[in-house]
């Protein structure tokens, strides 16, 4: 797992990467964007279905997802988006690491858009500034 991305275009233009939750794996959203898209290790361990490995494993080895393992610090600025936006106690620890992994990858000045369902995770992304791309349900107000 590295710590950067590696890949994405950078020749006169900001890179554009996903980040991809749970749920944004389970659906194969990662296969059906143009975005280059980035998880974490706790993420994939949280897939456990036949079908849903076999799009993960499929992600991995054709260079479409990559696994990340958040810094530190990214972590905590993820704590702070969350309790800014109200919603630390209902997110895990994987979502915290989701947002983290978002916030890392802005740092690497990427635009970055992150994959999910989850009400309180598409909260505290917005309140870091990100924009969300809903998978199968609406958005909460402002996505």
């Known amino acids: 797992m590295r710590g950067s991305i590696q890949g994405s275009s950078r020749t006169g233009e900001?890179?554009?990467?996903?980040?991809a939750d749970t749920a944004a794996l389970l659906t194969g959203k990662v296969l059906s964007i143009p975005q280059r898209s980035y998880t974490t290790p706790s993420v994939v361990e949280e897939v456990r279905d036949a079908e849903s490995r076999r799009v993960v494993e499929m992600a991995l080895s054709t260079g479409r997802l990559e696994v990340l393992e958040p810094r530190r610090e990214a972590l905590e600025e993820a704590r702070k988006a969350a309790m800014r936006a109200g919603v630390l106690r209902r997110l895990s620890e994987t979502d915290l690491e989701v947002l983290a992994l978002a916030?890392?990858?802005?740092?690497e000045s990427c635009e970055v858009l992150v994959a999910t369902?989850?009400?309180?995770l598409q909260r505290a992304v917005i309140a870091a500034g990100f924009r969300v791309v809903?998978?199968?349900?609406?958005?909460?107000?402002?996505?």
């Open 134 to 143: 809903r998978l199968r349900y609406p958005g909460v107000k402002g996505v």
């Open 103 to 107: 916030l890392m990858l802005k740092n």
């Open 14 to 19: 900001a890179c554009r990467v996903l980040v």
């Open 117 to 120: 369902d989850d009400y309180a």
